[in-house]
């Protein structure tokens, strides 16, 4: 199988600030590939450099096979967009804003009407094509830009935060549909999210940037899997004589005394925890809860990065985009 992207060294620089830092990346065609990130990470940079919106300052690219700084209008015909900012025309009907983009890539008027039935249908917009975009909600506007994005029959789709600020149970919808659309038709899908367990289920790999640079990439399961360790969290009355006590028994990798709490890093702990609670009985320390976790994509996250992001407060832009999605713009 052959690659969708292939980016080399790929770098922007605005000025001083070097948004995207000599970035490689290859994408399996018919993969669906996560670009997970903080704010200001760079992946709306990185992004536009690969959909030819913006010229990278140094490093290649290619996008179904073409070169994005020598054949942007091949890249343009072979993929779709879905951008980070709603891009609607609210006053149009649904119907006016599918038949504009048709015509904006040249699908003749007469196959127009029934590739917009199709791609209505794909996300479940069939009854509303008639109505104005600005009595849809949020999710529906999203699946509708998802729908438009599909319209040219596009090789690759980029999806640009397709589900921020949107309910848990439509934004599960769309990735469902996302996968779906993986399944049936083949097409190879880009995406950035900064929901990391949903990234987990619905990316086949995934690269996390920060500052710019890639600092992991892999499979979602490869890259938890290095992490190895479980986290532990035992709520006791004296966690810091616990900590002493089990200090140095078999497994345990690190330990915290955080609040009330006792924090373990253990391999394999589902084993160790007969032995942990025994431990804990001989030093008369009372458990009152305890609670094993896996790994997860934002353990990996502050494993690289040396923070968590889902510490990172939503910047005032992310803010700014919740409520536009849910209200619409001019509301
Ligand atoms: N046109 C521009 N001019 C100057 N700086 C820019 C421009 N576009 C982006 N930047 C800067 O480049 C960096 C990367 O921005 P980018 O939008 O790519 O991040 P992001 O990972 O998409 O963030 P978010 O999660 O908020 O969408 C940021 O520091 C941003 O301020
Ligand atoms: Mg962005």
Known sequence: MGYAIEARCLTKKFGDLTAVDSVSLSVREGEIFGLLGPNGAGKTTLISMLVTMRKPTSGSATVAGFDVVKNPGDVR????????????????????????????????GQQREARIKEVAKMVELSGRLSDQVKTFSGGMRRRLE??????HFPKVLFLDEPTLGLDPQTRAHIWDYVRKLREKNGITVVLTTHYLDEADLVCDRIAIIDQGKIVAQGKPAELKGKLSADRVTIHCRFPARLKRAVWGQDGILKADVAGGRLELRVSDAGRKMPAIVSIANKAKVAIRSLEIRKASLD???????????????????????????AWGRGR
């Open 146 to 151: 998802i729908a438009r994005g599909l319209m």
């Open 299 to 325: 353990d990996v996250f502050l494993h690289y990065t040396g923070r968590s992001m889902r510490d990172e407060p939503a910047s005032a832009k992310d803010s700014l985009r919740i409520r536009r999605r």
């Open 77 to 108: 015909r072979s993929i779709g967009i879905v951008f980070q900012d709603p891009s609607l025309d609210e006053e149009l009907t649904a119907s006016e804003n599918l038949e504009l983009h048709a015509a904006m890539y040249g699908i003749p």
